[in-house]
């Protein structure tokens, strides 16, 4: 007899513990490159094709190794043309593969506006459901360190209104893995909406397969006092003036809205019926941004609920300067929060 | 030091079959057709030809809200489409019904989609003669120009990872050469090594700009080389000369895995549409011409006739028995009920999302509260 019975319960319990909760340590762009590679080894359909994707690993290293895993037709690269590998995309798709595209920037994708609107996410439609387009379109948005104007875009503003395609945007290695997923297993045309400036933070992720639920808002911090609504790197701004409300003495409910189209009315409607007071942080600007469809659609369902007018804050409406201190300025930043939170709780 | 010029001495020749009469070209390396394909060929050319004026006349009496016809390019649509295989995948334009026609879409279909009744296929989604029928392997139209060029590009990749024996064929007018993703997606084939076939449509007119207000270059065929594509000008009303290039291109497309390119020299001796008046910037005379002296389907009947394959009372017989058939088509569809509400919210995803459920209750009960200010043809 090697070990006791207690001993072999005990090892069994710690054996278990190992398979059931354990995890590694990846960076956010890590965490994409693993959903995708294994969704492209679970559905041979599966296929990436963007600018440098293949052998230079992608502009963000998201796809890294992947073309030579998977051979430079799997991932493919392509010339610079963002309408027409958006356009060859939805085309793949509707012959039945599950393309993945990437815009080197969001902001470039601007130019494929037109497939994404008229033909992405008009098609299955107008082909009376004969067609369908399980694309994924992903790429870093948002404003970055200096970069500029043109590659400080808050793309999602201007998508928001095309019938027929969803938007999500992942804020963290757990749901930028588990989102990559989803949205390629998803049979409608996703958008994934990563941001620049995240793409290194790290956190220690499942070994097991798990997916996150593209409609689902994330709770990271529940509280009673306010509820306040973000997404993408906001959400580290808010969490930092979570911080300093504490101290203070308030109780921030901090939402991590995840879903831009739909939104998850269910989860954002039970907190407001909890704490009564709203407050939106993002980083869109002002005019026409996901926080002002929000304030429509929470004002339109939960009107009753609200103590106060929701508050939101944005990105004024202006091009993002290139000067470290007007950029600086242009990004809600955690004071800004922390004074807007003391306003609504007055 | 030199520079190339801008063009060269002569034009880039024009490949065809038929004279002007019908009469075979001496001497003319052809693809062959049999009696069956030419008689299908030329009865689908007047098929599309009758369909086409009287869903225009149809257009006219207010019975459907709009039409364009592929007049003056019967034979493009007909003899590329006989060319191919049913495993090669259509992205058309808008001026190719021709190609479904061949395929077996009835005018029945035709019609229902034009009608945007419950028997279309698109549900009533798209305005008419925006065809698309998965089983023909004919992509839904889409009204932007050219953006189906870089889908042809994805579709051919997909064929190509799954290495099938088919091509994909692209068609776009003059017009849509000038739009960009012409450049990417005839760009994008090449440099995949893509089989596509890219046929231009080189009808003379976009709307009411005159080709020589599009490009500057001879034509669309001189745009291949600039790409690395090899490319071909044929006379787009010889059905023979179009049948022959695209058998030769598919089977180049297939075997080799490369894009060609295709440039049918053709006239469009319709309005752009029955939204257009083409006498407004245009010489009657000159579609008085076209429509008379060039007619791509007078000129292959001449060739099927000589041949003994094809004789007035046919002619006859098949004009009015299509005729006939188009009017009952079109009476059926008329009457036929138009697509439920149920259909309205249906197909923007997988499943219709919360907010849509919400969209479609509220819909419901204001449409039930108010009756009289919606169409009473509706069904709830």
């Known amino acids: 007899q090697l070990l006791t019975p207690f001993q072999y319960l005990l090892s069994g319990i710690y054996l278990t513990r190992y398979i059931l909760y354990s995890r590694h340590e990846l960076l956010l762009f890590e965490a994409l490159q693993e959903g995708l590679e294994e969704e492209m080894e679970r559905d041979l359909r599966v296929c990436v094709m963007g600018e440098d994707v293949g052998h230079y690993g992608g502009s963000y290293k998201v796809t890294k190794g992947l073309a030579k895993k998977f051979g430079d037709l799997r991932v493919l690269d392509t010339p610079i043309a963002e309408n027409s590998f958006t356009g060859m995309g939805i085309g793949a798709a509707m012959t039945g593969l599950r393309p993945v595209v990437e815009g080197m920037n969001m902001g470039f994708l601007l130019l494929a506006f037109n497939q994404i609107s008229n033909n992405c996410g008009m098609l299955h439609y107008t082909s009376g459901g004969q067609f369908t387009i399980p694309i994924v379109i992903r790429g870093p948005g948002g404003v970055g360190r200096q970069l500029g104007a043109e590659h400080s875009q808050r793309l999602e503003s201007y998508f928001q209104s095309i019938p027929g395609i969803q938007m999500v945007a992942c804020s963290t290695p757990y749901n930028a893995k588990g989102l990559m997923k989803a949205a390629i297993r998803s049979e409608n045309p996703v958008i994934l909406f990563e941001h620049v400036l995240l793409y290194n933070l790290k956190e220690r992720i499942p070994d097991e397969d798990y997916i996150c639920n593209l409609e689902e808002a994330e709770m990271v911090r529940p509280g009673e006092h306010v509820t306040i609504l973000t997404y993408s790197r906001m959400r580290y701004h808010v969490m930092q003036a979570a911080k300093t409300l504490v101290n203070k003495g308030y109780d921030p409910e901090v939402i991590d809205i995840r879903s831009l189209k739909p939104f998850d009315l269910y989860t954002i409607g039970n907190s407001v019926k909890k704490t009564h007071r709203v407050l939106i942080v993002e980083e869109c600007m002002r005019t026409g941004g996901i926080g002002a469809s929000l304030i429509a659609a929470i004002t339109k369902n939960f009107n009753d609920y609200l103590d106060a007018p929701i508050m939101c804050l944005s990105s004024q409406d202006v091009p993002t300067p290139y000067a470290g201190t007007l950029e600086e300025v242009t990004v809600v930043q955690p004071a800004q929060i922390v004074t807007a939170v003391e306003q609504l709780c007055q | ?380």
Not at chain 2, 10 to 33: A, K, M
Not at chain 2, 147 to 158: D, N, R
Not at chain 2, 173 to 189: I, K, R, W, Y
């Open chain 2, 1 to 380: 030091m030199s520079f190339i010029s801008e063009s060269s001495q002569t034009r880039v020749p024009c490949y065809r079959v038929l004279e002007d009469d019908g009469d075979l070209i001496s001497d003319c390396d052809f693809q062959q057709v049999s009696k069956e394909v030419a008689v299908k060929m030329y009865s689908n050319m007047v098929t599309l030809q009758i369909m086409d004026n009287i869903f225009y006349e149809a257009q006219r009496q207010g019975r459907i809200s709009f039409y364009l016809t592929s007049a003056g390019e019967e034979a493009i649509s007909i003899a590329s489409a006989a060319a191919l295989s049913e495993q090669d995948i259509i992205l058309p334009q808008y001026r190719e019904p021709g190609v479904l026609l061949w395929r077996g879409f009835t005018l029945q279909e035709f019609a229902d989609q034009c009608f945007g009744n419950k028997a279309d296929y698109g549900k009533g989604r798209q305005m008419p003669i925006h065809y698309g029928s998965k089983k023909h392997n004919f992509f839904t139209i889409s009204s932007p120009i050219a953006t189906q060029l870089p889908q042809a590009a994805g579709i051919a990749y997909s064929l190509k990872m799954d290495n099938k024996k088919a091509c994909v064929v692209s068609y776009i007018g003059d017009g849509g050469t000038s739009e960009g993703d012409f450049h990417a997606g005839l760009n994008f084939a090449a440099v995949m090594e893509a089989p596509v076939i890219f046929f231009c449509r080189n009808n003379g007119w976009a709307i009411s700009t005159n080709v020589s207000e599009q490009f500057r270059s001879d034509g669309i065929v001189v745009k291949g080389r600039a790409y690395g594509i090899r490319s071909i000008r044929v006379d787009g009303n010889d059905a023979l000369a179009v049948y022959s290039a695209v058998s030769a291109a598919r089977e180049m497309a297939i075997n080799e895995q490369r894009p060609i390119l295709i440039e049918a020299l053709t006239y469009r001796v319709g309005h752009h549409s029955t939204s257009d008046d083409s006498t407004k910037y245009r010489q009657l005379d000159e579609i008085v011409y076209w429509k008379k002296a060039r007619d791509p389907v007078n000129r292959f009947r001449n060739w099927v006739q000589n041949i003994g394959w094809w004789s007035e009372q046919q002619e006859t017989q098949l004009r009015n028995s299509v005729r006939k058939q188009l009017l009952e088509a079109i009476q059926v569809a008329e009457k036929t009920e138009k697509p439920p509400l149920s259909e309205f919210f249906t197909d923007v995803y997988d499943h219709p999302p919360s907010n849509l459920e919400e969209q479609e209750k509220h819909l419901r009960e204001t449409i039930t509260r108010h009756p009289k200010d919606y169409p009473s043809d509706i069904s709830v």
